[in-house]
């Protein structure tokens, strides 16, 4: 069974900085995209960060330069590295797994793991 297992989030005041953390089983670390995503009281889950296997990655816009995803393949862990946060920045954020590009588009992967609220606020 996969499991995705989050860790890091917290009560942080404005422009403070947290690092989130997805460990996952080697089996599905190696495929496909690893993947951040948000979702916020009433409002739909966004992706905030993906990095494939290869190393590369990509930001929402409204993360950029304030985010940084990043791998360690030795631990099956996936980062992401938030600064200057903001209080728009409070969400559950969720680790996502297996995430692919099809005609174009971007779809998360079919792993999820349970979530980890972050809160900006002073």
């Known amino acids: 069974q996969v499991q995705l297992v989050e860790s890091g989030g917290g009560l942080v005041q404005p422009g403070g900085s947290l690092r989130l953390s997805c460990v996952t089983s080697?089996?599905?670390?190696?495929?496909?995209?690893m993947g951040w995503f948000r979702q916020a009281p009433g409002k739909e889950r966004e992706l905030v960060a993906r990095?494939?296997?290869?190393?590369?990655?990509d930001y929402a816009d409204s993360v950029k330069g304030r985010a940084t995803i990043y791998r360690d393949n030795s631990k099956n862990t996936v980062y992401l590295q938030m600064n200057s946060l903001k209080p728009e920045d409070t969400s559950v954020y969720y680790c996502n797994a297996d995430g692919y590009y099809s005609d174009g588009y971007y779809y998360p992967g079919k792993f999820w793991g349970q979530g980890t609220q972050v809160t900006v606020s002073s």
């Open positions: 990095i494939a296997n290869g190393g590369y990655t």
């Open positions: 080697g089996s599905i670390f190696s495929r496909g995209y």
